[in-house]
């Protein structure tokens, strides 16, 4: 496994952050949780609205085709929702339906957005797209929210 190593310290998380109320720290964590970090899983943005990451796929990425792997796009997903749903709360995933529209290679981008937020539900629109801009894959997630914290 290569372990790609934490490139961002928390003045890197604040220059990403759109809204004041959320806890660079916390961001930090999550950027830096070894998963993350292994799979080289980058933060660009996160807000009220949801938040936005990207990844170099690496040969350890890929499938027996030589294609990105259906789990490493996953992954990205993963963490992007990750971020959006923890920002605010304590939360777990519940529940995710993906589809997966064409093959990829190089750098993918994440963007998982708000669609709902109730008490114990947040459910996020996550859409990863190649370096040209194409839909690569889509997903709904929800997560389950375990502790507001504010």
Same mark, same amino acid.
């Given at each position: 496994?290569?372990?790609?190593? %934490?490139?961002? @310290?928390?003045?890197?998380?604040?220059?990403?952050?759109?809204?004041?109320?959320?806890?660079?720290?916390?961001?930090? @964590?999550?950027?830096?949780?070894? /998963?993350?970090?292994?799979?080289?899983?980058?933060?660009?943005?996160?807000?009220?609205?949801? %938040?936005?990451?990207?990844?170099?796929?690496?040969?350890?990425?890929?499938? +027996?085709?030589?294609?990105?792997?259906?789990?490493?796009?996953?992954?990205?997903?993963?963490?992007?929702?990750?971020? %959006?749903?923890?920002?605010?709360?304590?939360?777990?995933?519940?529940?995710?339906?993906?589809? /997966?529209? !064409?093959?990829?290679?190089?750098?993918?981008?994440?963007?998982?957005?708000?669609?709902?937020? +109730?008490?114990?539900?947040?459910?996020?629109?996550? !859409?990863?797209?190649?370096?040209?801009?194409?839909?690569?894959? +889509?997903?709904?997630?929800?997560? /389950?929210?375990? !502790?507001?914290? /504010?």
């Amino acid at each position: 496994m290569v372990l790609i190593e %934490a490139g961002m @310290d928390i003045e890197d998380v604040k220059s990403r952050i759109t809204d004041p109320d959320i806890d660079p720290q916390r961001v930090l @964590d999550m950027y830096q949780a070894p /998963f993350a970090r292994a799979m080289g899983i980058e933060l660009v943005s996160v807000g009220k609205d949801g %938040a936005t990451c990207t990844m170099e796929l690496l040969p350890t990425h890929l499938n +027996s085709m030589g294609r990105g792997h259906g789990a490493a796009v996953y992954a990205l997903m993963d963490h992007a929702f990750a971020i %959006a749903s923890n920002a605010y709360a304590d939360g777990t995933g519940q529940s995710t339906e993906v589809k /997966f529209y !064409r093959p990829v290679h190089g750098k993918l981008t994440a963007v998982a957005k708000v669609i709902n937020k +109730s008490r114990s539900l947040e459910i996020f629109d996550v !859409r990863v797209t190649s370096e040209e801009g194409k839909l690569i894959a +889509s997903a709904v997630c929800t997560a /389950f929210i375990l !502790r507001k914290r /504010f």
